[in-house]
């Protein structure tokens, strides 16, 4: 198995993950060759039980993760009528380093369950259910986000034109209708990703890659910074992590 490449580029000195090569996900040896649990289970709310868990190297991936998580860019997908795009987008979203994504289904089925096209970021994201692409719209505007919607109309800016002094938010409709004239009405304007051959627009999956990319870059330029998480929201995100990736790496091991 190849070393995988760093995890963030604008982070310090290149990083590898030696530990993934030799275990699964970063287990310490004494927990790979164990076969009984590590630790009572009383001791399971205890940050240290779940780090014991890991090797030194997977700890420092994953502080280096959360240092570049970005709260104040977010993506809504809006009805997406394919689940292989919603996973895609939550794949390209959590590998940018968004901490959330707002989701509205398009009909019952779990659009988050495709493990082979996702591996497995969903689980390292906040993914917010909502009722409605316009609700969803509403929410983020209240708490201060501009909301623009990929949509091909007069107004419509290039992405490359969003400004991103403020939180963002980037709307990406269903496939073949688009946002809902409801759901237009309740963001802060509309965006266009610029065309160079015969094709109208890029897979909405591409397309959120493509978009997401530029605002993330435009944020942390404009915050100086890799993330923007406070120290308690930090710390919140760390048990978080330490849980779900001691617990992924003992499912893997099975």
Known sequence: MSPRRPVRAWIGKPHLDPSELGGPRGLTEEVLHEQEEAAPRDNEDDDAFWESLLTPQRLERIDAVISARLESVTAVLDRLLDAHNVAAVLRTAEGLGLARVHVVRHDARDATAHRRV??????????????????????????????????????????????ADGPVALLFGNEHEGPSPETLSACTGTFRIPMAGFTQSFNVSVAAGIALSQICSLRRAFLQSAGDLSPHERGELRSRFLRLAAKLARRMRR
């Open 118 to 163: 996702t591996q497995d970021a969903d689980k390292w994201l906040d993914v917010r259910i909502h009722r409605s692409g316009a609700q969803a719209a509403r929410d983020l505007v209240r708490d201060g986000f501009a909301v623009y919607a990929g949509h091909l109309d007069a107004q419509a800016r290039p992405y490359t034109g969003i400004e």
